[in-house]
């Protein structure tokens, strides 16, 4: 039992794992295009148990868990030829991709587009 529930649980990361787990689906408009990065934890945890007292009778048991966790730590933004990078992860970075937001709106802005 305890090597089906570990073969089950295996199986079921191995699914959840792909590129598009670490590269997330670009969202594309105009010229620009954001690509985000992810980082994935997995983990899992599994137990097993048999036990024979006389007074209480045999006793058998057997459980697991799985879990994961997706964080966004990069954004890819291209326009045109110009790519550049941006760590989600240093101190400060969301605040310069904040003030980042209406320059990159306002480029993608069809042409004849009022603001």
Known sequence: MF?????????SLNNMVSTKTIIGEPI????????????A???FGLGD?????????????S????????SPTALIIMQGD???IYS????????????LVPVIMSKMKKPG???
Do not use: C, W, Y
């Open 63 to 70: 459980g697991g868990g799985a879990g994961a966790k997706l």
């Open 3 to 11: 090597k089906e529930n570990v073969e089950a649980i295996l199986s």
């Open 41 to 43: 934890s997995f983990g």
């Open 49 to 61: 148990g048999e036990g024979s007292e006389p007074s209480r009778g045999t006793g058998k048991g």
């Open 88 to 99: 989600l992860a240093q101190k400060g970075t969301m605040e310069k991709l904040a003030e």
């Open 113 to 115: 587009e009022d603001d």
């Open 28 to 39: 594309i408009h105009g010229n620009t295009t954001i690509i985000p990065i992810l980082m």
């Open 82 to 84: 110009d790519v550049k």
